[in-house]
């Protein structure tokens, strides 16, 4: 008898196969491009491509986006397109926005205004294909088995983008502006994309613990998730992803006990969690909060600081509303309003409002700061129309996570994250390329996940 030989073995597919789990060849695509959307474009090789006096830049974000439509394409022509069929709502409000958007850019010139049609229009088409993610996010992750390896993608990146925010944090690596130990920190990110990261992360350790098995990563991804997007989000000092994240865990909490699986203990600990965020976010931007406390008159200025960004954002905020209610139903256009003549007529208002901020707070040519509020910049620039489908889009999002949180923990998740890019997207405008934007139109398509 001649004896038959072992099967070899095979390590690397054995780990290969632990972190994917059973989930579709095509879905792990959006799982591999997590590390380049992810990604500060500081740190991207970028091919500048002319435009007439513009030019375009692509990125290794913009590969791995058309790497994600293409294994999307594969695989409706294989499996069809049922899923996008069926969640046509929020992909369709999705793509209603973006050409609010394109209709804006001839706003200026019928009002006769000078405005850099190529440099918007080019920043428009990033917008727009960043938000390809969502209808590639529908066709590739079906199930919530296709979800995991998106999930614990963006687990294992925060875990490398935490480390070296700690790493920053303790001044052993630089940041974009060198070594600044003891502050706030980027990581390779950026404040805002590293707040929100983390806060995706958090949302999975929170899904998992409140549904009480582990889902839909498993108990110790669950865990490693909670903990690493819990110091991400102190080490971002982004308060906006904190208001995102009380968002976030009452979205688990009340998801959880819809599918009667919530524990007392289980909330109560992730309460605790976020609320230890909270105060380790709060630590982070300790002067900060005391300017703007000074800023609205609950305590008494003792100096001029410069700008602060809490009163800052606010003044912007005020310059935003009067842009909107000047013309609010066209809008000023695309990106219009941070375009001298759209802000200029109120800056006059502005200084007499708010009489103590520096002049370098005040948009300027040499400052064209923008209204740095997604929701305000929405309705300055695009008008009712803007603003209604924005809402519209939200609404959806939420209403199709509610739907499939009882059929799918990945729906859940989707709900959570929703949450949080709405948190940090208070304190960002529309600012094309963003890893925030690709987190966020990957959100809308995992709500929609239903098995």
């Known amino acids: 008898m001649t004896a038959e030989p072992l099967p070899r073995a095979h390590p690397s597919a054995g780990t290969l196969r632990a972190l994917v789990g059973n989930a579709a060849p095509e879905a792990v695509v959006l799982a591999a491009a997590i590390p380049f959307l992810f990604l500060h474009a500081t740190y991207q090789p970028t091919v500048s491509l002319g435009l007439g006096d513009s030019s375009v830049d692509v990125t290794l974000a913009d590969a791995a ?11 409706a022509r294989h499996e069809g397109w049922q899923p996008l069929r069926r969640a046509w709502v929020v992909p369709a409000l999705a793509a209603a926005f973006v050409l609010a958007g394109a209709v804006s850019l001839a706003t200026p010139s019928l009002l006769g205004e000078d405005y850099d049609l190529t ?11 960043y938000a390809t993610l969502l209808p590639a996010t529908v066709l590739l992750v079906r199930s919530t088995l296709d979800a995991v390896p998106l999930l614990r993608a963006v687990t294992a990146w925060t875990v490398a983008a935490t480390s070296w925010g ?3 944090f303790l001044g052993i690596v630089s940041e974009f502006e060198g070594k600044r130990p003891g502050q706030r920190e980027p990581s390779f990110v950026g404040i805002h994309d590293f707040a929100a990261l983390s806060g995706a992360a958090l949302v999975v350790g929170a899904a998992g613990i409140a549904l009480g098995d582990g889902r839909p990563t498993g108990r110790r991804w669950s865990l490693v998730a909670l903990a690493t997007g819990a110091l991400g989000v102190v080490l971002s000092g982004a308060m906006t992803a904190v208001v995102g994240l009380w968002l976030a865990l009452a979205a688990v909490l009340l998801g959880a006990r819809a599918v009667r699986t919530l524990r007392p203990r289980a909330a109560l600990a992730l309460a605790a969690v976020v609320l230890l965020v909270t105060a380790g976010t709060a630590v982070m931007r300790a002067s900060t ?3 703007f406390a000074e800023f609205i008159g609950l305590r008494e200025r003792v100096a001029d600081t410069g700008v602060e960004s809490y009163a800052h ?3 912007l905020a005020y310059i935003g509303g009067r842009i909107w209610l000047d013309r609010p139903v066209t809008g000023v256009g695309w990106q219009a309003s941070s375009e001298e003549w759209a802000y200029g007529p109120f800056l006059a208002d502005a200084r007499a409002r708010f009489p103590s901020e520096p002049d370098q707070a005040f948009p300027s040519p040499e400052h064209p700061w923008g209204i740095q509020m997604l929701y305000l910049q929405a309705a300055a620039d695009l008008g009712i129309a803007g603003i209604a489908l924005l809402l ?4 959806a999002g939420v209403t199709a996570g509610i739907r499939g949180l009882r059929s799918s923990p990945a729906a859940l998740v989707g709900l959570g994250w929703l949450c949080v890019v709405a948190g940090v997207w208070t304190g960002i405008g529309l600012v094309a390329g963003l890893p925030l ?3 966020t139109w990957i959100a809308f398509g995992l709500v929609t996940v239903r098995d």
């Open 313 to 315: 954002r606010t003044l």
């Open 437 to 439: 934007g690709a987190l």
């Open 65 to 75: 986006i058309a790497c994600v439509l293409a294994a999307a394409a594969v695989r």
């Open 166 to 168: 700690l790493l920053q």
């Open 119 to 129: 440099t918007h229009a080019i920043s428009l088409a990033k917008f727009a294909w």
């Open 289 to 291: 909060i005391e300017r």
């Open 392 to 395: 519209g889009l939200a609404a």
